[in-house]
């Protein structure tokens, strides 16, 4: 796979409209829910892993579903600059589908840990219409990065898409339909690199085949 340039967004990276407490006390909340979930873990908790009072998580979001909104808002935003940036270190089209889908299996305990979080948040978010809005925003962003990618390469006659949209959340229902399969292995951490790999194929030959008109 090709070589790319290290990745300046990390889980460590702030927001640019959060404050240093509140980016510390999201983080905090993202590596309680993937432990524990959103229903198991309190705000006391989040609280003493954060070494603050939950008064001051109060203070700056709230409530416990603000907490949660602004945490999934967070991770979103990074997984969606993480594909923009892997994209952006290749310019052709095939070669930056390997690079997106590599930086989106980014290794075994990180998948896990957001995949879990994000399902977790989901269901527990999902009377709310901001976390609704946030969601759709999201999948908006990512299925652009895709669309780009598959028009540069229809563009270039590499791939065979006639509806570009179309093929766009066909890709991510084939990665996010992986990863769903991929969760429910009990052997999660081995299998890692074969989905992967599978990815990278069933993403490549639908790309790459005939529109099912022309078939």
């Not at 640019?16 to 590596?31: E, G």
């Not at 609280?47 to 998580?57: H, M, N, Q, T």
């Not at 766009?168 to 009990?186: H, N, S």
């Amino acid at each position: 796979m090709t070589q790319r340039k290290p990745e300046t967004v990390t889980e460590d990276s702030p927001q640019q409209d959060l404050s240093p407490k509140q980016s510390h006390l999201i983080r905090t909340t993202y590596r309680a829910i993937s432990e524990k979930g959103a229903q198991r873990v309190s705000l006391q908790e989040i609280a003493d892993r954060a070494g603050v009072s939950k008064g001051i998580i109060l203070y700056h979001f709230g409530s416990k579903d603000r907490l949660m909104l602004k945490t999934m808002e967070w991770v979103l935003q990074l997984n969606a600059e993480r594909i923009r940036e892997a994209i952006a270190t290749e310019t052709a089209p095939e070669r930056q589908v390997l690079v997106m889908i590599d930086v989106i299996f980014r290794n075994p305990d990180a998948n896990r840990r957001f995949y879990l979080t994000y399902l977790d948040i989901l269901d527990h978010a999902a009377r709310m219409d901001e976390f609704s809005k946030l969601n759709a925003t999201f999948r908006s962003i990512v299925n652009a990065l895709y669309a780009d990618v598959i028009r540069s390469g229809v563009a270039e006659g590499v791939f065979r898409a006639r509806d570009v949209d179309e093929a766009a959340y066909t890709l991510r229902a084939i990665v996010d339909g992986l990863f769903l399969q991929w969760l429910q292995e009990t052997d999660w951490r081995n299998l890692h690199s074969r989905y992967r790999e599978i990815c990278v194929r069933s993403v490549l030959t639908f790309l790459r085949a005939p529109p099912a008109e022309d078939v």
